[in-house]
């Protein structure tokens, strides 16, 4: 499919590409630039093909595709560098959670004869680092690529390369992927930080250790709060625009649920969460979710 | 260790403390009163010795342990005919998720001659009804009793029934109870039925549907979301006055996250985002949930 592939930053998700495309024969020749050590020796050991490099220089004018995965608050740099070396024919991607920033770092950083599709596979997990990866993470998963009415062919492309590594495909433009997953991804994750952060305080000022207690609830959330940090700062800075109005309805209606509670309206607090079994029935119903009920998991 | 146990309301947690007294030989014979029919039939299913009873009357004389495990919004009117109808001898309990209301009932409306004395078994799922309960579902858990200064001995022989359930049993009073589970588990239920609402507010706004790309988050939110209502309602009418507290600073703590996110204060940012791990190391530590990353749910 392609020749010869580099990803820079080999963290979970890019060694999952990186395992995927080995596995499905999807280049003759892999190269990764990963400038963590700990990571280096980790990729080592996937594949004795692996070809890692330590900085982007004019050897890579022979790569025809680049993904990167790396924190986006690193495009920038990167840009520079790719700018440089690349031949014309090659083409970059990457799989940043945000794109509207992303687009703008492309209008006015990348030069004018390289190619750049953004992607974004939903798929992941709270944990970080090469040795979590898997060839099949994208199995089954949305892989969300951003239309350009110019690009067609090469999204076409980029899309069998998706395909190939499991994903379900789907178009849409940035804009319309940022609003949509503030709500789906990004305030989830900013409310179990937040939530944490608030048992952090709890305990502080009643000097009591709660977390023994965490498994009515708490303890879920605990989990997607341990999410890297710098991805999820990248996110939230650059999906600011559309964070601040989620996260204004977000409390808006947590103060009319504390209303209904404080002055025990029964029929409205009832009717509230009996309706949110309706957005369960479908994620269920999409299979995004298994029906069987979690009982917290087990050692 | 009982003669005659009466179990009444026979849902997840009904039936598995049914299902436990049973395989634990914890007594001689198992009485429930469940008015739902289509429960009925299932726990027929559960064990042939299981006597199905359909009131509370004079029956009730030779009962030595009492379980209550409906609604609290239901005890009142059990309240009225146990007062009624239980000899001196017997012991009542139940496993509400909120203490001090029931300490309050219980003052104000159970006849002296009657002994009562709240637990709390923290275990559980999203799902209702006596086919997901298990003989298994407390091993392992905690199990709060709520200590009284003149309950000793009854306090020991009912610590030692949840421990032949397989539960850890801790001893605290109802304040300090209902305090911690505002945090541990009625907030987070809170947050995941209000950003459950909140996401379908942007659906109807957008006129778009999410679902679909749930699986970065949203998912494990709509899984706790998806508990019983009627359940869920009477705890956040029960532990309102705790529930307002946190709340509030739930709200003050999201909105310095606007702040820093918009006024794209970094390092306070990171910090914040760094520091909710310490929980996650804590709750993993305590063994209330293991290491391994959560990819999502596989059918």
């Not at 991804?185 to 023994?212: C, E, G, M, R």
């Amino acid at each position: 499919m392609f020749k010869n592939i580099l990803i820079i930053g080999c963290g979970m998700i890019g060694s999952s590409i990186l395992r995927g495309a080995i596995s499905q024969k999807l280049c003759k020749n892999i190269y990764v630039l990963e400038k963590n050590i700990k990571y280096q020796n980790q990729i080592k050991k996937i594949n004795k093909k692996i070809i890692l490099i330590n900085k982007l220089d004019k050897k890579l004018k022979n790569i025809d595709l680049v993904v990167i995965s790396t924190p986006m608050s690193e495009y920038q740099k990167i840009i520079i560098k790719l700018n440089k070396n690349l031949s014309n024919n090659s083409l970059i991607t990457d799989v940043g959670s945000t794109r509207e920033n992303v687009a703008k770092l492309i209008k006015n950083h990348l030069s004018k004869k390289l190619k750049w599709i953004m992607c974004h596979p939903i798929s992941g997990s709270e944990a970080s680092g090469p040795k979590y990866g898997s060839k099949n993470l994208f199995k089954n998963k949305w892989c969300i690529i951003i239309k350009k009415r110019k690009n067609y062919l090469i999204e076409k492309k980029l899309s069998k390369f998706w395909e190939k590594l499991g994903s379900k495909v789907l178009f849409m433009n940035e804009q319309e992927h940022d609003k949509i997953f503030s709500v789906t991804s990004h305030l989830p994750h900013l409310i179990a930080y937040n939530l944490i952060k608030t048992a952090q305080d709890f305990q502080k000022t009643h000097k009591k250790s709660i977390v023994k207690y965490s498994a009515g609830g708490l303890r879920d959330f605990s989990r997607i709060a341990a999410s890297n940090e710098i991805m999820w700062r990248d996110i939230f800075f650059s999906n600011k625009k559309n964070m601040s109005v989620i996260i204004d309805l977000f409390i808006k209606n947590l103060k009319s649920f504390k209303i209904d509670i404080n002055k025990k309206r029964n029929s409205n607090l009832l009717e509230k969460l009996k309706k949110s079994k309706k957005v369960r029935q479908q994620i269920l119903l999409l299979k995004q979710d298994i029906s069987k009920p979690d009982f917290g998991r087990e050692n």
